[in-house]
């Protein structure tokens, strides 16, 4: 009658799929290093709530403007804390090796509902100051 899901492995994992929505774990991989990011994507149907099971995450938001200038702001998330990223937000995720993170989001999001933005080197290194600067607050 109790139902249990678990991921232990790198990577993106949903486990719990039903009516609608979904559940995930996001478990550290090296594109979502600390000091890897090089895109982000925004979900044109769906929110998506993080949840910070373990170690270091820090939620990344970012808007881009008309000059297609990125503007970064990220947040050190705290464990018992649910976030959330509103549908159409550019939005990614940092991880130390020992972070995990679960999601939840519209059933299938994984599958398609994305759209992807690579940063340039000046937006990657603009990016990196933050993140930094954000773990030491």
């Not at 993106?12 to 550290?28: M, S, T």
């Not at 998506?48 to 995450?57: K, Q």
């Not at 990125?70 to 990614?92: A, E, L, R």
């Amino acid at each position: 009658m109790i139902e249990t899901y678990e991921h232990k492995g790198e990577g993106y994992e949903p486990f719990l799929i039903r009516d609608g929505w979904q559940v995930a774990q996001l478990n550290y991989m090296e594109e979502q290093g600390l000091e890897g990011i090089v895109k982000i994507d925004k979900h044109l149907q769906t929110d998506e709530a993080f949840i910070l099971l373990a170690g270091t995450a820090l939620l990344i938001a970012a808007t881009v403007n008309e000059a297609n200038a990125v503007d970064f702001t990220c947040v050190k998330m705290q464990q018992g804390i649910t976030y959330n990223i509103p549908v159409n937000t550019w939005h990614n995720i940092a991880m130390d090796r020992d972070a995990s993170v679960i999601i939840v989001e519209r059933k299938d999001t994984h599958l398609g509902d994305f759209v992807f933005r690579t940063l340039t080197s000046v937006e990657q290194r603009r990016l990196k100051r933050v993140i930094m600067t954000s773990l030491d607050a």
